[in-house]
């Protein structure tokens, strides 16, 4: 079993950063695809981005891009997600999940994910 625990969300003004970390332990973590999805009240689970096992490749959804960053310490168990210049429109709970089957090594849909966190609210005020 892995255990997935997410932390530093909050409340931010639009324009403004954060860092989410999602810590994982129970299981090598560094042989896992990891990535963050995202949900909105009333809305389904949305892919942010995705890392491989490695680290050296990244893929983003383009509704995040160029302020998003997804990135890992497998040294520390740790997966990140960089966000800058937030919108209202960021505003969700935030999840971070890791893939150990077999498959891509880049992965967008929330079936191809075997353990999930618990999440962690981000709201944007404008």
């Known amino acids: 079993q892995v255990q997935l625990v997410e932390s530093w969300g909050g409340l931010v003004q639009a324009g403004g950063s954060l860092r989410l970390s999602c810590i994982a332990s129970?299981?090598?973590?560094?042989?896992?695809?990891a990535g963050w999805f995202r949900q909105a009240p009333g809305k389904e689970r949305e892919f942010v981005a995705t890392?491989?096992?490695?680290?050296?490749?990244?893929h983003t959804a383009s509704s995040v891009r160029g302020r998003f960053t997804i990135s890992r310490d497998n040294a520390k168990n740790t997966v990140y997600l960089q966000m800058n210049s937030l919108k209202p429109e960021d505003t969700a709970i935030y999840y971070c999940?890791?893939?150990?089957?077999?498959?891509?090594?880049?992965?967008?849909?929330?079936?191809?994910?075997?353990?999930w966190g618990q999440g962690t609210q981000v709201t944007v005020s404008s």
């Open positions: 890392i491989t096992w490695s680290g050296r490749a990244t």
């Open positions: 999940a890791a893939a150990f089957r077999g498959g891509s090594p880049l992965r967008d849909r929330p079936s191809q994910y075997d353990y």
């Open positions: 129970g299981r090598t973590f560094s042989s896992a695809v």
